[in-house]
């Protein structure tokens, strides 16, 4: 299957490695990855802070960029969540309904990453071996927007030397919501405190999960704690084989 | 001045009531994320319902679709909203009670002030009400000399306490046992040091102090959780009997309702006496709920005055997208999951609807700007939508209330620049690799100016990657 | 322009062209089940009410079992007088005083209907269960059921209900979650709810 990637600002930007673990896992499948250049950003940070006049452009430039797609797979949560959830919108606001309904066809094809692997591709095994005690937070905008439910727990159980513990507490938000983080800095940072309570609680020395900014949050925290435990994109586990020279080595920030 | 002017929607007006906070939430929310015991009691409390709740929601099978009913009545509620007021209006009327109408929280207080003291009476006891909080009632009956008596357990331990409500049901969720029973002994004539911190001890000493009261006040304020149009049925939804009392021994009861709490018929009840109780006290019911129309002969009060409020709900009504803040029904249930609420605590909000729904009605009642931190109190996360039993979608609120809320400055010239910049690809390239010049900023981000240090205050930023995806991508 | 104009106009305002007639309301969810008395003698217990099966003939002695001898028991008008034992005290509500109620031990009245799924009996003011007051002031309420008055949920209790008396839902004992939101029974009404089931 040829399958467009639709990196995200954030991994292209600062965490390409969970993009290139996107593409390797895929090419590892048998799969044709595609990257359009032309893609930035898709706007949810805009959208999110309240500027969506100023996302319209960067909605316009995401659906010409990936209407000739026919799957598109992103590493994120909540970029995927931003293309379904607000972009038909931003342009429906905008009065653009041509937009509005192309950007309702693309948001139809673009697939969170776990939701691409069991759904589309219909593989939770993907040969991935990754010989570590690992812990995985479900994202908000995967859990409650995407509804991507067990799939990364189904993909996860089936990784070869992957000790799988349950996060307590999982379903609580990390803190981070964007510029969450920065506007209410002493609220996100309580959150985040609980969070990483819990992460330490499971003694994992990886916590994972599908989205690179709560990981970048998660991870942030961890780091100045010293504690130890390494943040790494589900991506990344599942790119990870016998073979791959990094496995287990990879984070999205080293403590 | 034309018909047409006086008719738009208006914002509640200033200087009156509890809407507006003193201060931007996040410096407000720091008072409740440095104390230790608010966060305790918060903590333990929110878990508890939330495992409440979801027990029993978990025992119908038809939780989705009386959701599904629920939010559909609503919306039918507000696009026919007129219509079901006036309809309102003519039962309660040919029921022998007296409709008034009050377009914000100044006449509202006049109106019931004025009915009042057309009693006589110097002292009216209150069921718990979001509406009357929300006017600032007790302040507007204190200043013409008339003694408010609020009765539900949370808000006597609120007036006693001279404190302020943190939370929709349970305006005293921020005090725990010991800190109640303190204050019982501190304000409560008769109440020795015997008395334990036992809950049930603490509830007896309530019914002690207020029974008298009920006995001798002959005026009684209500909020409503309902009013049926096509019957002109009120209905109060309560627990401990104090209710009962308010609605049932004084001669005039005064009903203080906004306009949005009106439903078309009285089949609509059986939507949300189901869904009401499971997602507010996590109860199948509560233990009391009272219905009346108009007046019964021989039976409660023989004087009914019912108040429709309007104060910023039309101006609500008037944004399409902002209206579905008007279908909540004061359950509570977005607080109990919120955890922004649960860390900061209600008193944070400042207005008297705290929590993410707050966080959405607020700002419309009284305008954005006056309540511009508001929309920004949330990670977004997502729960409070879940946890809605009428499915308001406080997420999309939010996210379109930051859009017509004031930004500053600087903020609004960088998010312009960052999205000139995104939408060319060039330029973005350009930007990606300046990116790596912030490691000037100092090893893991420390020395970054504000409001970004907001961020390296306890997290470390990640070290900028040697080479970015695209790049990589144009060497593979 | 009076206040009421004022208010209409707004809304009218506010809604504008958009005004819609009614929307359809998905109405999915349970209308009707299966009464299931064991069910209702489950939620009653839960929450706190003591729960007494028995057939009618026997009423009089559970209740003399209930209350010590002497009580002062407030009864409506048309409560069956074979309901009350011999061993307590019986006042007829003909218009009492507020403090004459409160002063009595209990009151026994019958129910309009009882709902199985939430425990709860509703009292609609008729002639056996007269003035709200009435079961309001006693500390201890004893009520009658019989099995034909249970309904399975809430759709059924509102059906066979009439909007136009004065209605009393009650689910326990009175009780209040305002202390760290446990529930605890007993604050100002009646901290004893006996419910006597009748076949």
Request: glycine share 12%; hydrophobic share 35%; aromatic share 4%.
């Given at each position: 299957m040829r399958i467009a990637l639709f990196v995200t600002c954030l991994a292209d930007t600062m965490f390409p490695e969970a993009a290139k673990a996107t593409v390797t896992l895929l090419e590892r499948l048998g799969h044709e990855v595609v990257f359009p250049t032309e893609q930035t950003c898709c706007g949810q940070m805009h959208v999110n802070t309240g500027y969506q006049r100023d996302a319209l452009p960067l909605v316009r430039r995401h659906v010409r960029t990936f209407d000739p797609y026919d799957v598109i797979v992103a590493p994120s949560g909540s970029c995927v969540g931003s293309v379904r959830h607000q972009h038909a919108m931003v342009a429906s606001r905008a009065g653009d309904r041509r937009l509005a309904s192309r950007a309702e066809s693309v948001a139809g094809r673009t697939y969170e990453l776990s939701e691409l692997l069991v759904?589309?591709?219909?593989?939770?095994?993907?040969?991935a071996y990754y010989p570590h005690r690992v812990t995985y937070h479900p994202t908000c905008h995967s859990l409650r927007?995407?509804?991507?439910?067990?799939r990364p727990l189904r993909l996860l159980r089936e990784v070869r030397g992957l000790d799988l513990v349950e996060l307590p507490a999982?379903?609580?938000?990390?803190?981070?919501g964007g510029t969450f983080a920065v506007k209410n800095a002493d609220t996100s940072t309580a959150m985040l405190a609980d969070k990483m309570h819990h992460v330490l609680s499971t003694g994992a020395d990886v916590c994972t999960a599908g989205d690179s900014s709560c990981l970048m949050h998660i991870g942030g925290g961890l780091s100045r704690l010293r504690s130890g435990v390494r943040t790494v994109h589900l991506a990344e586990i599942l790119a990870s084989?016998?073979?791959?020279?990094t496995a287990g080595d990879r984070g999205a920030v080293r403590p | 001045m034309t018909r047409t002017f006086l008719g738009m929607p208006v914002t509640a007006p200033p200087g009156?009531?509890?809407?507006?906070?003193?201060?931007?939430f996040p410096s407000a929310a720091r008072r409740g994320l440095a104390d230790p015991q608010l966060r305790r009691n918060l903590g333990h409390a929110t878990k508890t319902i939330r495992a409440k709740s979801a027990g029993v929601i978990g025992e119908v099978p038809d939780w989705q679709e009386l959701r599904a009913a629920g939010s559909a009545i609503k919306t039918d509620v507000m696009a026919r909203l007129p219509e079901l007021l006036e309809q309102l209006e003519a039962k309660v009327t040919a029921a022998g009670g007296v409709v008034h109408w009050a377009a914000d929280a100044n006449e509202a207080n006049r109106i019931v002030t004025d009915l009042v003291r057309a009693t006589g009476g110097s002292r009216v006891i209150k069921v718990k009400s979001m509406a009357t909080q929300e006017i600032g009632l007790n302040e507007a009956l204190e200043a013409v000399g008339i003694e408010p008596v609020e009765t539900d357990l949370a808000e006597l331990i609120v007036q006693l306490g001279d404190d302020r409500p943190s939370?929709?049901?349970?305006?005293?969720?921020?005090?725990n046992r010991a800190e109640i029973r303190e204050i019982f002994l501190r304000?409560?004539?008769?109440?020795?040091?015997?008395?334990?911190?036992?809950p049930a001890a603490l509830a007896a000493v309530a019914r002690r102090y207020l029974r008298q009261t009920f006995l001798t006040t002959k005026v009684a304020i209500s909020g409503a959780n309902f009013a049926v149009a096509d019957t002109g049925t009120l209905a109060v939804v309560e627990s401990e009997g104090n209710g009962r009392m308010c609605l049932t021994l004084p001669e005039t009861l005064i009903t203080v309702m906004g306009?949005?709490?009106?439903?078309?018929?009285?089949?609509d009840l059986e939507v949300f006496l189901q869904l009401l109780p499971r997602a507010s006290?996590?109860?199948?019911?509560?233990p009391y709920t009272s219905m009346w129309t108009g007046v019964t002969p021989g039976d409660g009060p023989q004087a009914f005055h019912l108040v429709l409020l309007d104060n910023g709900r039309s101006a609500v009504l008037a944004d399409e997208v902002g209206?579905?803040?008007?279908?909540?029904?004061?359950?509570?249930a977005c607080l109990n999951v919120c955890p922004v609420y649960e860390r900061t605590?209600?008193?944070?909000?400042?207005?008297?609807?705290?929590g993410p729904i707050g966080a959405v009605l607020s700002p419309q009642l009284t305008g954005?700007?006056?309540?511009?931190s508001l929309p920004y109190a949330?990670?977004?996360?997502?729960a409070c939508y879940d946890a809605c039993p009428v499915k308001i979608n406080i997420p999309e609120l939010l996210v379109h209330l930051r859009d017509q809320a004031p930004h500053p400055r600087g903020e609004a010239t960088a998010m312009a620049a960052a999205a000139y910049t995104m939408n060319r690809p060039r330029l973005y390239q350009a930007a990606q690799r300046a990116?790596?010049?912030?490691r000037l900023a100092g090893r893991r981000g420390?020395?970054?100016?504000p409001p970004l240090d907001g961020w390296t205050a306890s997290r470390d930023l990640p070290d900028p990657p040697a080479q970015t995806f695209r790049d990589w991508w144009a060497t593979r | 322009m009076t206040a009421r104009e004022l208010v209409l106009g707004r809304l009218r305002a506010a809604l504008?062209?958009?005004?819609?007639a009614s929307v359809e309301v998905p109405r999915?969810?349970?209308r009707a089940g299966m009464r299931d008395l064991e069910q209702l003698v489950d939620r009653l217990v839960d929450y706190r009410a003591e729960v007494h099966r028995l057939a009618e003939a026997d009423i009089a002695d559970t209740i003399s079992g209930i209350l010590p001898s002497g009580a002062t028991v407030v009864v409506p008008?048309?409560?069956?007088?074979?309901?009350?034992?011999?061993?307590v005290t019986v006042v007829v509500d003909g218009g009492l005083a507020n403090e004459q109620i409160g002063a009595a031990d209990a009151v026994v009245t019958a129910v309009a209907v009882a709902v199985a799924e939430t425990g709860t009996v509703v009292l609609d003011g008729s002639p056996d269960q007269g003035r709200r007051v009435l079961s309001l002031l006693p500390d201890l309420h004893v009520c009658v059921v019989r099995?034909?008055?249970?309904?399975?949920?809430v759709p059924e209790a509102l059906a066979r209900l009439s909007p136009h008396r004065p209605l009393t839902w009650i689910s326990g004992p009175s009780a209040t979650s305002?202390?760290?939101l446990n529930r605890v029974e007993g604050v100002h009404g009646p901290r004893n709810l006996h419910v006597i089931l009748l076949p």
């Open positions: 759904d589309v591709l219909g593989v939770t095994d993907v040969g927007m995407l509804r991507v439910g067990d999982a379903d609580q938000c990390c803190g981070f084989t016998e073979h791959s020279e | 009156v009531g509890h809407l507006r906070g003193a201060e931007p939370h929709i049901l349970v305006p005293a969720i921020h005090r304000t409560m004539p008769g109440v020795d040091s015997t008395l334990t911190d036992e306009i949005e709490k009106v439903v078309p018929t009285w089949r006290t996590g109860e199948r019911m509560n209206r579905q803040a008007l279908h909540c029904i004061r359950c509570s605590g209600g008193h944070a909000y400042g207005s008297v609807y705290p954005v700007a006056d309540n511009s949330s990670s977004l996360c997502g990116v790596r010049l912030s420390r020395g970054i100016p | 504008g062209t958009d005004a819609r999915a969810y349970r008008p048309g409560l069956p007088p074979a309901w009350l034992p011999s061993t099995a034909d008055q249970v309904v399975a949920g305002d202390i760290e």
